[in-house]
């Protein structure tokens, strides 16, 4: 901070440019309080509207119940999105007769409106502390410098808030109900054409389903002990028929029984080949079983997905049914204006109070850096201290300033004068620098108060 290395530097500093400070001050918040009070007042109007739950409990969307309003939030929400669209938002300026005559974009005054018009939703208390019971009511606020126009601006609003909210519930729950219902016919229909798939899947492939795997299991022990069986009967076959073959046997029942015993290893023979047909066919069932497998249990995944598509979509369907029911009996959530916007009497203010404190705040900062600047502008070694810091010398003595000349006896007397002069104003200074800060904090209420 250059020389000021202490609260005493500091306060000299103020001593010293103390006239400054307080000029810059002083004009700095007139200016500010001119500027505030040449900004507009803001006159705010509010409308008020009610929102009127159902007593009828209803299931909800998960498989609980719908709390009360929670669907009017839903739909107000998008009707304060519409609202406050481009379009609709010049067309409400043009019915209301809104920033007409005023130089201003398309674009500007839009987002003029949208700063000036505010929606605060209003929650009411459940029956535990603190647990919101859902939307209450809607206040529609709006600031403009016109009260009658910020009254008009409001009521028009509200009124087309309920014009819409009329309009549209039932329409919403009628398109909620033809949407589910479109949704569940199409999940059944996936079901079925599922379900037939893979009963078409299954009928293709019978032999290597998995619950088949037990019984052919059991049915290749039994066709192994079949052809053990077989076998044994072509080996005795076989030599008996060697035995007659080697003995040379010509007698008629010799010729008969030989023919016996070939046509038994015939037989033999064909039963051997269809037991090995049969078993080569288990296997390749038993083979093939991991991937028919695998393929059923990617339908089962599918199906019990669609399963669960359909519970859900099954359960919004009741519930939009339920949401039909009510709006046709006129017994499900309604909107009702509560409280229309009046003419407001009296400005909001326009925060020309800040304004005037952040003017002063800084006129006062500016102040003191203007008088920080001066002092850095003319660097002087005022004190015993400042040269013993800059230079590292200890001055021995202070000597002040000896007249010479002719003029000596008259500068002395004029020293002395001045001496006594500045003694007065040593003993005056608490006084007048208590009166000058009054006189400004005085400047700045009053300006405060007319803003």
Request: proline content about 4%; overall charge neutral; hydrophobic content about 45%.
């Given at each position: 901070?250059?020389?000021?290395?202490?609260?005493?530097?500091?306060f000299?500093?103020?001593?010293?440019?103390?006239?400054?400070?307080?000029?810059?001050?002083?004009?700095?918040?007139?200016?500010?309080?001119?500027?505030?009070?040449?900004?507009?007042?803001?006159?705010?109007?509010?409308?008020?509207?009610?929102?009127?739950?159902?007593?009828?409990?209803?299931?909800?969307?998960?498989?609980?119940t719908?709390?009360p309003?929670?669907?009017?939030?839903?739909l107000?929400?998008?009707?304060?999105r519409?609202?406050?669209?481009?379009?609709a938002?010049?067309?409400?300026?043009?019915?209301?007769?809104?920033?007409?005559?005023?130089?201003?974009?398309?674009?500007?005054?839009?987002?003029?409106l949208?700063?000036?018009?505010?929606?605060?939703?209003?929650?009411?208390?459940?029956?535990?502390?603190?647990?919101?019971?859902?939307l209450?009511?809607?206040?529609?606020?709006?600031?403009?410098?016109?009260?009658?126009?910020?009254?008009r601006?409001?009521?028009?609003?509200?009124?087309?808030?309920?014009?819409a909210?009329?309009?549209?519930?039932?329409?919403?729950?009628?398109?909620?109900l033809?949407?589910?219902?479109?949704?569940?016919a199409?999940?059944?229909?996936?079901?079925?054409?599922l379900?037939?798939?893979?009963?078409?899947?299954?009928?293709?492939?019978?032999?290597?389903?998995?619950?088949?795997?037990?019984?052919?299991?059991?049915?290749?022990?039994?066709?192994d002990?079949?052809?053990?069986?077989?076998?044994?009967?072509?080996?005795?076959?076989?030599?008996?028929?060697?035995?007659?073959?080697?003995?040379?046997?010509?007698?008629?029942?010799?010729?008969?029984?030989?023919?016996?015993?070939?046509t038994?290893?015939?037989?033999?023979?064909?039963?051997?080949?269809?037991l090995?047909?049969?078993?080569?066919?288990i296997q390749s069932?038993?083979?093939?079983?991991?991937?028919?497998?695998?393929a059923l249990?990617?339908y089962?995944?599918r199906?019990?997905?669609?399963?669960?598509?359909?519970t859900?979509?099954?359960?919004?369907?009741?519930?939009?049914?339920?949401?039909?029911?009510?709006?046709?009996?006129?017994?499900?959530?309604?909107?009702?204006?509560?409280?229309?916007?009046?003419?407001?009497?009296?400005?909001?203010?326009?925060?020309?109070?800040?304004?005037?404190?952040a003017?002063?705040?800084?006129?006062?900062?500016?102040?003191?850096?203007?008088?920080?600047?001066?002092?850095l502008?003319?660097?002087?070694?005022?004190?015993?201290?400042?040269?013993e810091?800059?230079?590292?010398?200890?001055?021995?003595?202070?000597?002040?300033?000896v007249?010479?000349?002719?003029?000596?006896s008259?500068?002395?007397?004029?020293?002395?004068?001045?001496?006594?002069?500045?003694?007065?104003?040593?003993?005056?200074t608490?006084?007048?620098?208590?009166?000058?800060?009054a006189?400004?904090?005085?400047?700045?209420?009053?300006?405060?108060?007319?803003?």
């Open positions: 901070m250059g020389q000021i290395q202490s609260l005493g530097e500091l000299s500093l103020i001593r010293r440019h103390i006239l400054l400070i307080l000029a810059v001050f002083v004009l700095g918040t007139a200016l500010a309080a001119v500027y505030a009070k040449s900004r507009p007042d803001v006159y705010e109007s509010t409308a008020v509207i009610q929102v009127e739950a159902s007593e009828i409990v209803r299931p909800g969307a998960n498989g609980g719908a709390r309003g929670e669907d009017v939030g839903v107000l929400d998008a009707i304060e519409r609202l406050t669209t481009r379009d938002l010049l067309d409400l300026a043009r019915r209301q007769g809104i920033l007409v005559d005023v130089p201003l974009s398309d674009d500007q005054k839009v987002a003029l949208r700063q000036s018009i505010r929606f605060q939703p209003i929650f009411g208390l459940g029956s535990a502390a603190g647990q919101s019971a859902g209450s009511a809607l206040a529609i606020t709006t600031g403009l410098s016109d009260p009658e126009q910020a009254a601006v409001s009521n028009d609003l509200a009124q087309t808030i309920l014009d909210w009329s309009e549209g519930q039932l329409s919403r729950t009628r398109t909620a033809d949407f589910y219902r479109a949704e569940e199409r999940l059944w229909s996936e079901i079925t054409r379900d037939d798939e893979v009963a078409a899947f299954k009928n293709l492939n019978p032999g290597s389903l998995p619950t088949q795997a037990s019984a052919l299991n059991q049915e290749l022990l039994r066709l002990d079949q052809t053990r069986a077989l076998d044994q009967r072509r080996l005795v076959a076989q030599a008996s028929l060697d035995k007659l073959t080697q003995a040379g046997a010509t007698r008629t029942t010799e010729q008969r029984q030989r023919e016996e015993l070939e038994e290893l015939r037989q033999v023979g064909q039963q051997q080949a269809a090995s047909a049969r078993v080569a066919q069932d038993l083979a093939r079983m991991p991937e028919v497998e695998k249990d990617a089962d995944r199906r019990l997905q669609l399963e669960g598509q359909h859900a979509v099954t359960a919004r369907l009741a519930e939009a049914e339920t949401a039909v029911r009510l709006a046709d009996s006129q017994q499900s959530d309604r909107v009702a204006m509560l409280e229309r916007a009046l003419t407001p009497p009296y400005p909001v203010g326009s925060g020309g109070k800040k304004m005037v404190v003017g002063a705040m800084a006129s006062l900062l500016l102040g003191l850096g203007l008088a920080f600047m001066r002092d502008m003319r660097p002087v070694v005022r004190t015993a201290a400042q040269m810091r800059q230079t590292g010398l200890r001055p021995a003595m202070v000597l002040p300033v007249p010479t000349g002719r003029s000596a008259r500068k002395a007397r004029r020293a002395e004068a001045l001496r006594e002069k500045l003694a007065e104003t040593i003993a005056e608490p006084r007048a620098t208590l009166a000058l800060g006189g400004a904090l005085l400047l700045f209420l009053v300006s405060a108060f007319l803003v």
